[in-house]
């Protein structure tokens, strides 16, 4: 059993920059990582992807060059630093857990409770 809590969300103006954390309860060595998030009324969408080792990234072709997903295995928290924030980037993020690495939110067996950023102009 894995328990994600995420932070670092908050409101910022547009071309500013945050940093989420998701902190594990539990090893997540096993397990690839995920952010993901959700804007109102549309789907939950796939960010970026980390592999068990960080060797392997993948990102959302919205956020590629904007955003950097990281781990540290040590503390077991997964980061996503995201630079130069546009207004649909405003959503619920949430970071998820699973055996394999996917851009299927469908594979991810344990999620956060997500957390709001919001861009504004």
């Known amino acids: 059993q894995v328990q994600l809590v995420e932070s670092g969300g908050g409101s910022v103006q547009t071309g500013g920059s945050l940093r989420l954390s998701c902190e594990a309860s539990?090893?997540?060595?096993?397990?690839?990582m995920g952010w993901f998030r959700q804007a109102p009324g549309k789907e939950r969408d796939v960010v970026a992807t980390?592999?068990?080792?960080?060797?392997?990234?993948n990102y959302a072709d919205s956020v590629k060059g904007r955003f950097t997903i990281s781990r540290d295995n040590a503390k077991n928290t997964v980061y996503l630093q995201m630079n130069s924030l546009k207004s649909e980037d405003t959503a619920i993020y949430y970071c998820?857990?699973?055996?394999?690495?996917?851009?299927?939110?469908?594979?991810?067996?344990?999620w956060g409770q997500g957390t709001q950023v919001t861009v504004s102009s």
């Open positions: 539990g090893r997540t060595l096993s397990y690839a």
């Open positions: 998820a857990a699973s055996t394999r690495s996917s851009s299927d939110y469908g594979a991810y067996a344990y």
């Open positions: 980390i592999s068990t080792s960080g060797v392997v990234r």
